[in-house]
């Protein structure tokens, strides 16, 4: 049973959202707290964060940025701010998914389900030399290991498919945002940059792992020696 721990300071609606997740056969937890939430997720356990950004004792940014400097586990910030400008430094500071008040229940308990959904497999791709690690949400090469949050990981799985195919970024937000949310080209551009900077440099080797074609999108760049096609 996956464990899910909703930081809500809304009674009400945390239970509510208690109530939709088991249901659906999680374990739903619930705090109010920064510090209770930091706690809870360094011991460990919980398959996804349910994370307001105004809570009673600090900020949800704050604490996203903190959660991600010793987990990656998948954080979706819940918030009444709708302003895109939000949203981008939302996914900006690691959040994997975003949702806004007013929302159905059902609605996140099936943005949490996608999320997990990414965490089955570990799988190596083709002609890329890249082993990702969908348990650890991990891009590895040569014993190196590189630490990526859901979206990074599920844009990195699309584009070494097909190592060297150019995706726009119409196709790729169809990826990462199965459900047709309104996001600008922005927001995708913000997290290829992490991702290449990430590969960049946790990765061995002086090598761009993401190349982009101006006015077109991206592709993944696989390196000479690890593509069978490449001439000799």
């Known amino acids: 049973m996956a464990r899910v721990l909703i930081v809500e300071d809304e009674p009400r609606l945390a239970q509510l959202l208690a109530d939709y997740l088991t249901h659906s056969r999680f374990q739903a937890d619930q705090t109010a707290s920064v510090r209770e939430a930091e706690r809870l997720v360094r011991e460990g356990g919980y398959q996804a964060v349910l994370l307001d950004l105004m809570l009673p004792d600090g900020d949800g940014m704050e604490l996203c940025k903190t959660i991600r400097r010793f987990s990656?586990?998948?954080?979706?910030?819940?918030?009444?701010?709708?302003?895109?400008?939000?949203?981008?430094?939302?996914?900006?500071?690691?959040?994997?998914?975003?949702?806004?008040?007013?929302?159905?229940?059902?609605?996140?308990?099936?943005?949490?389900?996608?999320?997990?959904?990414?965490?089955?497999?570990?799988?190596?791709?083709?002609?890329?030399?890249?082993?990702?690690?969908?348990?650890?949400?991990?891009?590895v090469y040569q014993s190196?290991?590189?630490?990526?949050t859901a979206i990074e990981f599920e844009l990195l799985a699309t584009l070494?498919?097909?190592?060297?195919?150019?995706?726009?970024?119409?196709?790729?937000?169809?990826?990462?945002?199965?459900?047709?949310?309104?996001?600008?080209?922005?927001?995708?551009?913000?997290?290829?940059?992490?991702?290449?900077?990430?590969?960049?440099?946790?990765l061995p080797g002086d090598h761009d792992w993401i190349g982009s074609v101006y006015g077109v999108g991206y592709r993944l760049q696989a390196r000479p020696e690890d593509d069978p096609d490449a001439d000799e």
């Not at 990826?175 to 991702?195: F, N």
Request: net charge positive.
């Open 72 to 139: 990656q586990v998948p954080i979706l910030m819940i918030t009444a701010r709708v302003e895109e400008v939000d949203r981008l430094l939302g996914l900006e500071i690691g959040a994997d998914d975003y949702i806004c008040k007013p929302f159905s229940p059902r609605e996140v308990v099936a943005r949490v389900k996608a999320v997990l959904r990414r965490a089955l497999a570990t799988e190596q791709e083709p002609g890329s030399g890249l082993e990702l690690d969908r348990h650890r949400f991990e891009a």
């Open 144 to 148: 190196a290991r590189v630490a990526l």
């Open 160 to 202: 070494a498919k097909q190592p060297g195919r150019i995706w726009s970024r119409d196709q790729l937000m169809d990826v990462i945002y199965p459900d047709h949310r309104v996001v600008s080209d922005r927001t995708i551009d913000s997290h290829i940059r992490k991702l290449r900077r990430k590969l960049g440099e946790g």
